[in-house]
């Protein structure tokens, strides 16, 4: 059983930054993939980037590729999404989710997830 935890969400100014982080409860951080996704209220869970193990493969959905930067620390158990020039559109609740060794897109496939943290982006 792995347990996530978020933090760094909050208020944040459009054209601001914000940096979220993710600890992971296991000894064995460094076999799972991690992804980040998002869910906006009345829509559904969207995922926006992922990360293995190693950091060598890293992928991003168009909406925030070039915005947002995802990376890990495995000595801390912990994985980040830098959020750059966030507009207000990306306001939502934000999730970490992971799942062994081969990462993917589908939330679906994720065995763990955090409780999210709530990002507001303010115009």
């Known amino acids: 059983q792995v347990q996530l935890v978020e933090s760094g969400g909050g208020l944040v100014q459009a054209g601001g930054s914000l940096s979220l982080s993710c600890a992971a409860s296991?000894?064995?951080?460094?076999?799972?993939?991690m992804g980040w996704f998002r869910q906006a209220p009345g829509k559904e869970r969207e995922f926006l980037a992922y990360?293995?193990?190693?950091?060598?493969?890293?992928y991003y959905t168009n909406a925030v590729k070039g915005r947002f930067t995802i990376s890990r620390y495995n000595a801390k158990n912990t994985v980040y999404l830098q959020m750059n020039s966030p507009n207000s559109e990306h306001t939502a609740v934000y999730y970490c989710a992971a799942r062994p060794l081969r990462p993917t897109t589908d939330p679906g496939e994720y065995d763990y997830w955090g409780q999210g943290t709530q990002v507001t982006v303010s115009s």
């Open positions: 990360i293995i193990w190693n950091a060598i493969t890293i």
């Open positions: 296991t000894r064995t951080f460094s076999s799972y993939a």
